[in-house]
């Protein structure tokens, strides 16, 4: 088999990768065996500012102009919903921060998204004394639908090999790339925390964040927004919400902690005060990045292999603007963004 590109990894960074390729006509396939779950898991918020600093997230405008088309052109393709539009409702905890909310909300760049009326909370059930900010521009992508979807469609078309992809079976040479009786012209590797098994790219600076999160049920709760506090509650439909969630950098298994759902229900009652049961509680390992920038970029001795990962906490919104980069960078030899090339870091 000759083809264009192999992609290996089917999350958020993949698909939009691979929609790159479809839109531009490349032949592929795709390796996927399910050994990474950031995508699957993800809560699939976007939200063009960071909440706990006041401050705009670093190319948000850019991120989201190209993402939520791509996610509702396949929504459409796919016959199902990805995108659910809904607010992001910011909890104040003191009159203080209400008055950095103002300030904020005046900043040329965060007017546009930060509302400069404070929401008052009219929920009986929610514990929010000091009102809300609303962000605006903000939603959900159901990345699990997405992610299942796309699958479906690539094995249709026979394009998707659900297995581990074996790195020692590469042959490299200037014209390309040989792998199990697969030529390609390049490979472009978005394995997510994955990366950490692959021999051309495993010493890029990739920081595991395990988190977790809870699914519970609250009948009398009915709320239609995502709430932010310390932690969130983003309501998915049937009276359940997602509770989220953890950060920690030591553990890179899948395994579920009582030690994590103890410190979701802490930070939950803190924020409801209805009765609620837990229905659910996944984990997954964000790719995350300690300069908060991804990882994009050609490795430096094997010109036919790439890397698209370091999507970090935000891979929503990132994914489709780095994937765009990445095949400008191979297709056009554009040059990458300096602040997403690998090669800041010396690789
Ligand atoms: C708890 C949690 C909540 C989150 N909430 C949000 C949110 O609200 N909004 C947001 O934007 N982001 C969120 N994120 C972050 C987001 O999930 C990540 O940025 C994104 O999923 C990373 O996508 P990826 O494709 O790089 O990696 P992954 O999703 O990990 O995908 C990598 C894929 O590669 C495959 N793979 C790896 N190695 C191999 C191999 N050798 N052979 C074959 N296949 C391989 C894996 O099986 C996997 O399918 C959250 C993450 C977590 C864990």
Same mark, same amino acid.
């Given at each position: 088999?000759?083809?264009?590109?192999?992609?290996?990894?089917?999350?958020?960074?993949?698909?939009?990768?691979?929609?790159?390729?479809?839109?531009?006509?490349?032949?592929?396939?795709?390796?996927?065996?399910?050994?990474?779950?950031?995508?699957?898991?993800?809560?699939?918020?976007?939200?063009?500012?960071?909440?706990?600093?006041?401050?705009?997230?670093?190319?948000?405008?850019?991120?989201?102009?190209?993402?939520?088309?791509?996610?509702?052109?396949?929504?459409?393709?796919?016959?199902?919903?990805?995108?659910?539009?809904?607010?992001?409702?910011?909890?104040?905890?003191?009159?203080?921060?209400?008055?950095?909310?103002?300030?904020?909300?005046?900043?040329?760049?965060?007017?546009?998204?930060?509302?400069?009326?404070?929401?008052?909370?009219?929920?009986?059930?929610?514990?929010?004394?000091?009102?809300?900010?609303?962000?605006?521009?903000?939603?959900?992508?159901?990345?699990?639908?997405?992610?299942?979807?796309? #699958? @479906?469609?690539?094995? =249709?078309?026979?394009? +998707?090999?659900?297995?581990?992809?074996?790195?020692?079976? &590469? $042959?490299?040479? %200037?014209?390309?790339?040989?792998?199990?009786?697969?030529?390609?012209?390049?490979?472009?590797?978005?394995?997510?925390?994955?990366?950490? #098994? @692959?021999?051309?790219? =495993?010493?890029?600076? +990739?920081?595991?964040?395990?988190?977790?999160?809870?699914? &519970? $049920?609250?009948? %009398?709760?009915?709320?239609?927004?995502?709430?932010?506090?310390?932690?969130?509650?983003?309501?998915?439909?049937?009276?359940?919400?997602?509770?989220?969630?953890?950060?920690?950098?030591?553990?890179?298994?899948?395994?579920?902690?009582?030690?994590?759902?103890? $410190?979701?229900? %802490?930070?939950?009652?803190?924020?409801?005060?209805?009765?609620?049961?837990?229905?659910?509680?996944?984990?997954?390992?964000?790719?995350?990045?300690?300069?908060?920038?991804?990882?994009?970029?050609?490795?430096?001795?094997?010109?036919?292999?790439?890397?698209?990962?370091?999507?970090?906490?935000?891979?929503?919104?990132?994914?489709?603007?780095?994937?765009?980069?990445?095949?400008?960078?191979?297709?056009?030899?554009?040059?990458?963004?300096?602040?997403?090339?690998?090669?800041?870091?010396?690789?």
């Amino acid at each position: 088999m000759e083809i264009d590109y192999i992609v290996v990894g089917c999350g958020l960074a993949g698909i939009a990768f691979c929609e790159q390729l479809r839109t531009h006509n490349k032949s592929f396939v795709v390796f996927d065996d399910s050994s990474q779950r950031s995508s699957t898991v993800a809560g699939g918020l976007y939200n063009p500012v960071v909440l706990k600093r006041f401050t705009s997230v670093w190319k948000s405008k850019e991120q989201l102009e190209k993402a939520l088309p791509l996610y509702n052109k396949l929504a459409k393709q796919f016959g199902v919903q990805l995108d659910y539009k809904i607010p992001v409702y910011r909890k104040f905890a003191s009159l203080e921060e209400q008055n950095d909310w103002f300030a904020a909300s005046d900043k040329p760049n965060l007017s546009e998204y930060l509302s400069s009326k404070i929401v008052k909370n009219t929920n009986k059930n929610i514990n929010a004394p000091f009102g809300f900010g609303e962000v605006l521009g903000t939603g959900r992508i159901d990345v699990n639908t997405l992610v299942e979807s796309y #699958k @479906n469609y690539l094995s =249709k078309k026979n394009i +998707l090999l659900k297995e581990s992809f074996n790195y020692s079976a &590469i $042959e490299s040479t %200037d014209q390309g790339v040989s792998c199990k009786g697969i030529k390609a012209s390049q490979i472009v590797f978005s394995e997510g925390f994955g990366v950490n #098994k @692959n021999t051309f790219f =495993k010493d890029l600076p +990739l920081v595991p964040a395990k988190g977790e999160l809870l699914i &519970i $049920e609250a009948p %009398d709760l009915n709320m239609d927004f995502v709430l932010k506090g310390n932690g969130f509650l983003i309501p998915i439909g049937n009276h359940q919400y997602i509770v989220g969630a953890t950060y920690n950098w030591n553990d890179t298994t899948h395994q579920l902690t009582d030690k994590a759902k103890e $410190e979701l229900l %802490d930070k939950l009652k803190n924020l409801i005060t209805c009765k609620f049961k837990v229905v659910g509680q996944v984990a997954g390992i964000r790719p995350t990045v300690k300069d908060r920038r991804p990882l994009v970029g050609q490795h430096h001795q094997h010109k036919n292999l790439y890397v698209l990962n370091g999507l970090g906490t935000r891979g929503v919104m990132i994914g489709p603007y780095v994937a765009e980069q990445l095949f400008d960078f191979i297709e056009h030899k554009k040059p990458l963004e300096k602040e997403i090339d690998i090669k800041r870091f010396g690789i």
